[in-house]
Protein backbone atom coordinates (compact mmCIF):
# COMPACT_ATOMS: atom_id res chain seq x y z
CA UNK A 1 0.00 0.00 0.00
CA UNK A 2 1.42 3.11 -1.21
CA UNK A 3 1.68 5.95 1.36
CA UNK A 4 -0.52 8.51 -0.08
CA UNK A 5 -3.47 5.52 0.95
CA UNK A 6 -2.71 4.42 4.29
CA UNK A 7 -3.16 7.93 5.00
CA UNK A 8 -6.13 8.16 2.74
CA UNK A 9 -7.54 4.89 4.96
CA UNK A 10 -6.53 6.43 7.87
CA UNK A 11 -8.15 9.82 7.73
CA UNK A 12 -11.54 7.70 6.41
CA UNK A 13 -11.72 6.04 9.62
CA UNK A 14 -10.68 8.83 11.59
CA UNK A 15 -13.83 10.39 9.74
CA UNK A 16 -16.04 7.48 10.41
CA UNK A 17 -15.02 8.14 14.12
CA UNK A 18 -16.06 11.90 14.32
CA UNK A 19 -19.12 11.37 12.66
CA UNK A 20 -20.83 8.89 14.59
CA UNK A 21 -19.01 10.90 17.89
CA UNK A 22 -21.02 14.06 15.75
CA UNK A 23 -23.80 11.59 15.30
CA UNK A 24 -24.78 11.93 19.06
CA UNK A 25 -24.43 15.49 19.66
CA UNK A 26 -27.99 16.99 18.90
CA UNK A 27 -28.75 18.59 21.91
CA UNK A 28 -28.88 22.83 21.70
CA UNK A 29 -28.71 24.85 25.00
CA UNK A 30 -27.10 28.18 26.70
CA UNK A 31 -24.25 27.66 28.29
CA UNK A 32 -22.15 28.95 31.22
CA UNK A 33 -18.51 29.16 29.96
CA UNK A 34 -15.43 30.36 32.61
CA UNK A 35 -12.34 31.54 31.41
CA UNK A 36 -10.10 31.27 34.53
CA UNK A 37 -6.21 30.67 34.76
CA UNK A 38 -3.25 32.97 35.55
CA UNK A 39 -2.43 32.75 31.90
CA UNK A 40 -3.04 35.77 29.24
CA UNK A 41 -6.41 35.38 27.05
CA UNK A 42 -9.19 35.30 28.88
CA UNK A 43 -10.90 38.37 28.19
CA UNK A 44 -9.59 38.14 24.66
CA UNK A 45 -11.25 34.57 24.27
CA UNK A 46 -14.63 35.73 25.41
CA UNK A 47 -14.29 38.95 23.14
CA UNK A 48 -13.79 36.42 20.43
CA UNK A 49 -17.00 34.98 20.97
CA UNK A 50 -19.02 38.33 20.83
CA UNK A 51 -17.31 38.99 17.97
CA UNK A 52 -18.62 35.48 16.34
CA UNK A 53 -22.40 36.55 18.14
CA UNK A 54 -21.73 39.58 15.89
CA UNK A 55 -21.38 37.53 12.90
CA UNK A 56 -24.57 35.33 13.62
CA UNK A 57 -26.71 38.52 14.54
CA UNK A 58 -27.09 37.98 17.83
CA UNK A 59 -27.21 40.49 20.47
CA UNK A 60 -24.64 40.35 23.16
CA UNK A 61 -24.19 42.40 26.41
CA UNK A 62 -20.82 42.81 27.94
CA UNK A 63 -20.37 43.63 31.94
CA UNK A 64 -16.53 44.76 33.03
CA UNK A 65 -16.03 44.65 36.31
CA UNK A 66 -12.93 46.15 38.13
CA UNK A 67 -11.87 47.25 34.77
CA UNK A 68 -13.29 50.59 33.87
CA UNK A 69 -10.07 52.77 33.64
CA UNK A 70 -9.22 52.28 30.22
CA UNK A 71 -9.99 52.80 26.98
CA UNK A 72 -9.71 49.83 25.29
CA UNK A 73 -9.86 48.80 21.68
CA UNK A 74 -12.23 46.28 21.87
CA UNK A 75 -14.88 48.46 23.96
CA UNK A 76 -14.83 51.30 20.85
CA UNK A 77 -15.25 48.25 17.93
CA UNK A 78 -18.24 46.72 19.80
CA UNK A 79 -19.64 50.46 20.66
CA UNK A 80 -19.80 50.52 17.01
CA UNK A 81 -22.62 47.73 16.51
CA UNK A 82 -24.78 49.40 19.34
CA UNK A 83 -28.21 47.61 17.45
CA UNK A 84 -26.00 44.04 18.58
CA UNK A 85 -23.61 44.92 21.59
CA UNK A 86 -24.47 46.61 25.04
CA UNK A 87 -21.20 47.37 26.28
CA UNK A 88 -20.72 48.42 30.20
CA UNK A 89 -17.16 49.21 31.91
CA UNK A 90 -18.50 49.35 35.21
CA UNK A 91 -15.27 48.91 37.50
CA UNK A 92 -13.08 51.73 38.47
CA UNK A 93 -9.64 50.12 38.07
CA UNK A 94 -7.91 47.38 39.93
CA UNK A 95 -8.37 46.95 43.83
CA UNK A 96 -4.45 48.24 44.43
CA UNK A 97 -5.33 51.09 42.69
CA UNK A 98 -8.41 52.53 44.40
CA UNK A 99 -7.73 51.00 47.66
CA UNK A 100 -11.41 51.36 48.98
CA UNK A 101 -13.11 48.19 49.59
CA UNK A 102 -16.40 50.04 50.23
CA UNK A 103 -15.83 51.80 46.28
CA UNK A 104 -14.79 48.96 44.95
CA UNK A 105 -17.73 46.65 46.63
CA UNK A 106 -20.44 49.41 45.42
CA UNK A 107 -19.05 49.64 41.64
CA UNK A 108 -19.36 45.55 41.57
CA UNK A 109 -22.81 45.26 42.99
CA UNK A 110 -23.76 47.94 40.82
CA UNK A 111 -22.30 46.12 37.55
CA UNK A 112 -23.72 43.06 38.97
CA UNK A 113 -27.14 44.74 39.33
CA UNK A 114 -26.72 45.56 35.25
CA UNK A 115 -25.54 41.64 34.37
CA UNK A 116 -28.72 40.34 36.38
CA UNK A 117 -30.70 42.25 34.10
CA UNK A 118 -29.00 41.71 30.88
CA UNK A 119 -29.07 37.83 32.06
CA UNK A 120 -32.62 37.61 32.47
CA UNK A 121 -33.48 39.55 29.27
CA UNK A 122 -34.05 36.87 26.78
CA UNK A 123 -33.51 39.26 24.03
CA UNK A 124 -29.71 38.68 25.00
CA UNK A 125 -27.97 35.48 23.47
CA UNK A 126 -24.78 35.95 25.42
CA UNK A 127 -23.86 37.73 28.29
CA UNK A 128 -19.91 38.39 29.28
CA UNK A 129 -19.08 38.98 32.72
CA UNK A 130 -15.42 40.15 32.46
CA UNK A 131 -13.23 39.86 35.41
CA UNK A 132 -16.20 38.78 37.81
CA UNK A 133 -14.18 35.73 38.90
CA UNK A 134 -12.00 38.65 40.95
CA UNK A 135 -15.05 40.66 42.19
CA UNK A 136 -16.38 37.09 43.47
CA UNK A 137 -12.81 35.91 44.91
CA UNK A 138 -12.85 39.49 46.86
CA UNK A 139 -16.50 38.69 47.76
CA UNK A 140 -17.56 42.14 46.37
CA UNK A 141 -20.15 40.07 45.17
CA UNK A 142 -22.65 37.11 46.59
CA UNK A 143 -21.20 33.67 45.14
CA UNK A 144 -24.66 32.19 46.02
CA UNK A 145 -26.94 34.95 43.80
CA UNK A 146 -24.67 34.41 41.01
CA UNK A 147 -24.64 30.86 40.31
CA UNK A 148 -28.49 31.23 41.15
CA UNK A 149 -28.73 33.75 38.51
CA UNK A 150 -26.66 31.65 35.82
CA UNK A 151 -28.68 28.39 37.29
CA UNK A 152 -32.08 30.11 36.39
CA UNK A 153 -31.30 31.82 33.15
CA UNK A 154 -33.65 32.07 29.76
CA UNK A 155 -33.21 28.85 28.10
CA UNK A 156 -30.60 29.76 25.29
CA UNK A 157 -28.51 32.65 26.73
CA UNK A 158 -25.09 31.92 26.66
CA UNK A 159 -23.17 33.39 30.05
CA UNK A 160 -19.33 33.75 29.59
CA UNK A 161 -17.41 34.80 33.16
CA UNK A 162 -13.83 35.00 32.87
CA UNK A 163 -10.75 36.21 35.79
CA UNK A 164 -8.36 34.29 37.86
CA UNK A 165 -9.38 32.31 40.57
CA UNK A 166 -13.00 30.83 39.54
CA UNK A 167 -14.77 29.64 43.06
CA UNK A 168 -14.99 26.03 43.16
CA UNK A 169 -18.66 25.68 43.06
CA UNK A 170 -19.00 28.27 39.27
CA UNK A 171 -16.59 25.68 38.19
CA UNK A 172 -18.33 23.00 38.91
CA UNK A 173 -22.05 24.51 37.29
CA UNK A 174 -20.27 25.72 34.11
CA UNK A 175 -20.75 23.02 31.26
CA UNK A 176 -17.08 24.58 29.57
CA UNK A 177 -14.39 25.91 31.53
CA UNK A 178 -10.84 26.74 30.08
CA UNK A 179 -7.67 27.46 32.41
CA UNK A 180 -5.15 29.44 30.76
CA UNK A 181 -1.77 28.69 31.87
CA UNK A 182 1.18 31.32 31.86
CA UNK A 183 4.14 29.74 30.24
CA UNK A 184 5.51 33.09 29.40
CA UNK A 185 5.28 36.86 29.22
CA UNK A 186 6.69 39.98 27.82
CA UNK A 187 5.57 41.53 31.33
CA UNK A 188 8.54 40.20 32.97
CA UNK A 189 10.98 41.09 31.19
CA UNK A 190 9.78 45.19 31.83
CA UNK A 191 7.74 45.34 28.60
CA UNK A 192 4.88 47.03 29.42
CA UNK A 193 1.12 46.19 28.31
CA UNK A 194 1.10 46.38 24.66
CA UNK A 195 -2.27 48.48 22.39
CA UNK A 196 -3.85 45.35 20.43
CA UNK A 197 -2.26 42.77 22.75
CA UNK A 198 -3.48 43.76 26.09
CA UNK A 199 -5.75 46.35 24.95
Not at 55 to 69: R, Y
Not at 132 to 140: G, I, P, Q
Not at 159 to 188: S, Y
Amino acid sequence: MSEEDRHKSKMARKKAARDKIMDGKTADKGLCIVHTGPGKGKSSAAFGMVLRCVGHEMKVGVIQFIKGAWDTAERRVFEGFPDLVTFKAMGEGFTWETQDRDRDVAAAMKAWDAAKEMINDPSYKMVVLDELNVALRYDYVPLADVLETIANRPEGTHVVVTGRNAADALIEQADLVTEMKLLKHPFKSGVKAQPGVEY
